[in-house]
């Protein structure tokens, strides 16, 4: 048995694979076109070493340098969630909200790798993105991957919606992944999640929700009539959530199921002169 296999890993065979493509700095494929290449002793030693650490659960990605989010290939260290399948499809729901061609103001709030801001602003030319996060060092990867992508985002440091200007309000939309997980199930998750991701990345307080009622709190005063608030929450977030964002004046309220058929997302706009009325609250999947 290999040393993956033998510490639990359920892909140690293509984990193993991209660790050794990446100890000879090549493209995992290469393996398979050269497969009696004979590596380098440094090689060697940069793959046990690789090995090692995989074995003690460091995630994959934190040991390859990157992950794959939204067709773009993202810079992540441990500074950083590592950005999730699921999350594509915030995007997605943000892309659709947005009318296409239009210059738009969006805030990707808790930005972390800047998934979601870069594959917004990728996706929706017309847009910028103000990427914010409270954490500066993934705030620097933020700014390489939207360096690297060419794509149309400004990062800035503070507290959720801090650094936004309220007086007039300029935000068309805010589309935010915050923190969610309840504190105490935080050491039960795997130790990949629990031991190697930025504990702020995850920590949402005693039920998960306190980032995000802070954030349906503040949007109203910093987001344009007719703008939208986009969310990402954690499973059975969604009814207390849509309340709080019907109480905050927000209108056709939406809530979205994820590809496990969990209900993760929620999203509302504020009303705005000729924009037909819309049902409150509460009516979920609307
Ligand atoms: C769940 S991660 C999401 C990262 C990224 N948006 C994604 O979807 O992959 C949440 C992010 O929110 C940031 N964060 C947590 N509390 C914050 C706060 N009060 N203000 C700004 N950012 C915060 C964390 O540093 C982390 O990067």
Redesign the pocket.
């Known amino acids: 048995m290999g040393v993956l296999a033998g510490a639990g890993i359920p892909t140690a065979r293509q984990d193993a694979e991209w660790l050794l493509a990446h100890a000879g700095g090549v493209d995992r494929r290469a393996l398979y076109v050269d497969p009696d290449r004979i590596p380098a002793e440094a090689e060697v030693r940069r793959y046990r070493d690789l090995l090692a650490r995989r074995a003690r659960q460091e995630p994959l990605q934190y040991l390859l340098g990157f992950e794959d989010f939204h067709g773009l290939r993202l810079r992540v260290t441990p500074d ?2 590592i ?2 399948p699921e ?1 594509e499809a915030l995007v997605d729901w943000a892309i659709a909200l947005l009318p296409v061609g239009v210059p738009r103001l969006v805030a ?6 800047g ?2 801001a870069c594959a917004l602003a990728v996706a929706a030319p017309a847009v910028t993105v103000v990427a ?4 500066l060092a ?1 705030l620097e990867v933020a700014r390489d991957n939207a360096l690297a992508l060419g794509a149309r985002v400004r990062v800035v440091a ?3 919606l801090g650094p936004l200007p309220a007086r007039p309000p300029v935000l068309d939309m805010i589309v ?4 969610y997980l309840p504190t105490a199930i935080i050491p039960s998750l795997p130790r990949e999640v629990a031991e190697f991701e ?1 504990r ?3 920590d949402g307080g005693s039920d998960g929700t306190r ?1 995000l009622r802070r954030l349906i709190i503040g949007a109203r005063a910093v987001l344009k009539p007719g703008g939208w608030l986009v969310l ?1 929450i954690g499973e059975d977030q969604g009814g207390a959530l849509a309340s709080l964002m019907a109480a905050e004046g927000f209108t056709g309220i939406a809530a979205r199921r994820d590809f496990r058929d969990a209900e993760r997302y929620v999203a509302g706009r504020l009303p705005a002169p000729g924009l037909p009325a819309l049902p409150a609250a509460g009516a979920r999947g609307c």
Do not use: F, K, Q
């Not at 990707?108 to 790798?113: A, E, Q």
């Not at 914010?132 to 954490?135: A, E, K, L, N, P």
């Open positions: 950083v969630l950005p999730r999350t990707d709030v808790g930005t972390g790798s998934a979601v914010i996060d409270s954490s993934a503070g507290d959720l935010a992944n915050p923190p930025p702020v990345a995850l980032t990402e």
